[in-house]
């Protein structure tokens, strides 16, 4: 069924591929899109921020590291699906031009205890640009069915109807980290996957069997078109700065508006539950820390934690993040 399998691994293997040219374009799209900050849309807005030049989401790296991923290490075929990353550290941005492969070492190979047609595979990977410099690393586990081993059935699902979102009108106050309480938490509203959104997004980034075709999901087991967990997670992005335009408006009305910085990584993403097409996810935001930092004066470290819900109040996703945001108002 799928074309490779847990067996096909050793602990130890080190697996290349690439490369990948990253274009101008494709930085532009996938930030108008998902992650509108000026430092991924427009080279002289970039000047006036903390980046100082163009360059691409980390989102979309994590994209373009699945992409060869699934073409390198999963040889074009199609996995059972990954629980989480534990964690991922931007290093270095991606620029237009830049040509970025993947260095991925197997770890580890477990078989499942309790579900005997599968595996679980531990890989660290490494993106790395024409230069030779690493720009990503990613800790991870996906699952591969095991040779030979009867496939359990398929979910039983229940296709949803995308609830038509209507965007909220509430804003609230953009703080300065420095004044920011722990503990705030930001809904970030709601947003409704649909099959062409699915489909779209995996051709770029993530193309599975079970991401690309209604009929060839079916027969996984996940039992239906799915997102890419990449797809959830970009989602969560576009829904933070939809919010956050509505606070900046308001925050504006009132004295200046604190700047948010490019994202050094996060830890413990799950993705604890399908999202299905059809399926309408809610997200919110919650402040755990911060703090000012050393190297780079006027800024700080936020660390956030952020998830999402179906609709039927199920768990779907949650990661523990990190991002640069302006320390204090500038005197």
Same mark, same amino acid.
């Given at each position: 069924?799928?074309?490779?399998? !847990?067996?096909?691994?050793?602990?130890?293997?080190?697996?290349?591929?690439?490369?990948?040219?990253?274009?101008?374009?494709?930085?532009?799209?996938?930030?108008?899109?998902?992650?509108?900050?000026?430092?991924?849309?427009?080279?002289?807005?970039?000047?006036?921020?903390?980046?100082?030049?163009?360059?691409?989401?980390?989102?979309?790296?994590?994209?373009?590291?699945?992409?060869?991923?699934?073409?390198?290490? !999963?040889?074009?075929?199609?996995?059972?699906?990954?629980?989480?990353?534990?964690?991922?550290?931007?290093?270095?941005?991606?620029?237009?031009?830049?040509?970025?492969?993947?260095?991925?070492?197997?770890?580890?190979?477990?078989?499942?205890?309790?579900?005997?047609?599968?595996?679980?595979?531990?890989?660290?990977?490494?993106?790395?640009?024409?230069?030779?410099?690493?720009?990503?690393?990613?800790?991870?586990?996906?699952? !591969?069915? /095991?040779?030979?081993?009867?496939?359990?059935?398929?979910?039983?699902?229940?296709?949803?109807?995308?609830?038509?979102?209507?965007?909220?009108?509430?804003?609230?106050?953009?703080?300065?980290?420095?004044?920011?309480?722990?503990?705030?938490?930001?809904?970030?509203?709601?947003?409704?996957?649909?099959?062409?959104?699915?489909?779209?997004?995996? /051709?770029?980034?993530?193309?599975?069997? !079970?991401h690309l075709d209604a009929d060839a999901a079916r027969k996984t087991h996940f039992g239906a078109l799915c997102a890419s967990g990449w797809h959830t997670a970009a989602v969560w992005m576009k829904r933070l700065h939809i919010t956050r335009q509505r606070?900046?408006?308001?925050?504006?009305?009132?004295?200046?508006?604190?700047?948010?910085?490019?994202?050094?990584?996060?830890?413990?993403?799950?993705?604890?539950?399908?999202?299905?097409?059809?399926?309408?996810?809610?997200?919110?935001?919650?402040?755990?820390?911060?703090?000012?930092?050393?190297?780079?004066?006027?800024?700080?470290?936020?660390?956030?934690?952020?998830?999402?819900?179906?609709? /039927?109040?199920?768990?779907?996703?949650?990661?523990?993040?990190?991002?640069?945001?302006?320390?204090?108002?500038?005197?």
């Amino acid at each position: 069924m799928t074309g490779i399998t !847990f067996e096909d691994f050793t602990p130890g293997d080190v697996i290349e591929g690439g490369p990948l040219t990253v274009t101008r374009e494709a930085i532009v799209a996938f930030a108008k899109e998902f992650d509108p900050q000026p430092f991924h849309l427009d080279e002289e807005a970039a000047k006036a921020t903390l980046a100082g030049q163009l360059i691409g989401s980390g989102w979309q790296t994590a994209g373009f590291g699945m992409r060869l991923l699934q073409a390198h290490v !999963f040889r074009g075929a199609t996995s059972m699906g990954s629980p989480g990353i534990s964690q991922l550290r931007w290093l270095r941005p991606v620029l237009p031009g830049d040509a970025l492969r993947i260095v991925t070492k197997v770890e580890e190979c477990r078989a499942s205890n309790s579900k005997p047609d599968r595996g679980f595979v531990r890989f660290t990977l490494t993106v790395v640009n024409g230069r030779d410099e690493s720009v990503m690393t990613q800790a991870f586990t996906v699952m !591969f069915a /095991r040779r030979g081993a009867k496939p359990l059935p398929p979910r039983a699902v229940t296709p949803g109807d995308p609830a038509e979102v209507i965007e909220g009108n509430d804003a609230e106050m953009l703080l300065f980290l420095k004044q920011a309480k722990l503990g705030t938490v930001r809904d970030l509203g709601r947003h409704a996957f649909t099959p062409e959104a699915i489909i779209a997004f995996a /051709r770029d980034y993530d193309p599975q069997a !079970f991401h690309l075709d209604a009929d060839a999901a079916r027969k996984t087991h996940f039992g239906a078109l799915c997102a890419s967990g990449w797809h959830t997670a970009a989602v969560w992005m576009k829904r933070l700065h939809i919010t956050r335009q509505r606070d900046i408006a308001l925050t504006e009305r009132a004295g200046p508006v604190p700047q948010l910085g490019p994202s050094p990584g996060f830890r413990d993403m799950r993705w604890l539950a399908p999202v299905y097409a059809g399926d309408t996810i809610s997200y919110a935001c919650t402040l755990l820390d911060k703090r000012e930092s050393a190297s780079r004066p006027g800024w700080g470290v936020a660390t956030h934690h952020n998830t999402a819900q179906n609709q /039927r109040g199920e768990r779907v996703f949650e990661f523990t993040g990190s991002v640069f945001w302006q320390w204090d108002a500038p005197v």
